[in-house]
């Protein structure tokens, strides 16, 4: 099992990719059509750090604040799926009218 430190770094650390990500948006060095592929990503796993702190880390079980946090995760969870499903259905149809022709 990974000490209750090592998962609050993880949190935090997911969290601040989730913000340079953001940040890379608006400078514009992350194009249109990869955002939802990397807000997926961290929300997912912001959800899988979020549920480590929640089990066996430093928030005690059946307290509010673990409902609460387990509730956030599982929106993540959720939230950070659908984008990386819709960023699957939608990744190869950016520009299809510049096919080569014979």
């Known amino acids: 099992m990974v000490p ?19 940040l890379q948006y608006r400078r514009g060095r992350i194009v249109s059509r990869q955002l939802p592929m990397l807000l997926g990503l961290c929300a997912t796993w912001l959800s ?8 066996d880390g430093p928030v ?4 509010p604040l673990n409902y ?3 509730g956030v995760a599982i929106v993540l969870l ?7 499903y819709w960023w699957w ?14």
Do not use: M
């Open 4 to 22: 209750g430190v090592f998962n609050l770094a993880l949190g935090s650390s997911y969290l601040l990719l989730l913000g340079l990500i953001g």
């Open 48 to 55: 899988y750090s979020l549920l480590q702190v929640t089990q």
């Open 60 to 63: 005690p079980t059946g307290t």
């Open 68 to 70: 609460a946090l387990d």
């Open 78 to 84: 959720v939230a950070g799926s659908g984008g990386l």
């Open 89 to 102: 259905r939608h990744r190869g149809h950016e520009d299809t009218s510049s096919s080569p022709t014979d």
